[in-house]
Nanobody
Framework: QVQLVESGGGLVQAGGSLRLSCAAP????????KAWFRQAPGKEREFVAA????????YYTDSVKGRFTISRDNAKNTVYLQMNSLKPEDTAVYYC????????????????WGRGTQVTVSS
């Protein structure tokens, strides 16, 4: 069983920044791909960013390109999402996910999920 714990969410004004973290305590998933998804109220969970196990392959959804950066520290079993220039439409619960295979942008490809962290951007 893979346990993922997200942190770093909160309330921020438009234009501000947050850094999300997702840790997998007690286990090593250095060869796994990791991703961030988000779900706004009344909407489907959508892809945000993904990174391969060695960082060579990185993907972003168009709406966050140039503002968000995904990174990982395999020694700490942690993946990060640096979010800059936040907009009210970024408000959502953010989930990290893991799969043991190539990074993809498809929700159903990911086998393990955290419980999410709330990000609220005020205008």
């Amino acid at each position: 069983q893979v346990q993922l714990v997200e942190s770093g969410g909160g309330l921020v004004q438009a234009g501000g920044s947050l850094r999300l973290s997702c840790a997998a305590p007690g286990r090593t998933y250095s060869t796994s791909s990791k991703a961030w998804f988000r779900q706004a109220p009344g909407k489907e969970r959508e892809f945000v960013a993904a990174i391969s196990w060695n960082g060579d392959d990185i993907y972003y959804t168009d709406s966050v390109k140039g503002r968000f950066t995904i990174s990982r520290d395999n020694a700490k079993n942690t993946v990060y999402l640096q979010m800059n220039s936040l907009k009210p439409e970024d408000t959502a619960v953010y989930y990290c996910a893991v799969r043991f295979g190539p990074a993809t942008t498809t929700r159903r490809d990911y086998n393990y999920w955290g419980r999410g962290t709330q990000v609220t951007v005020s205008s």
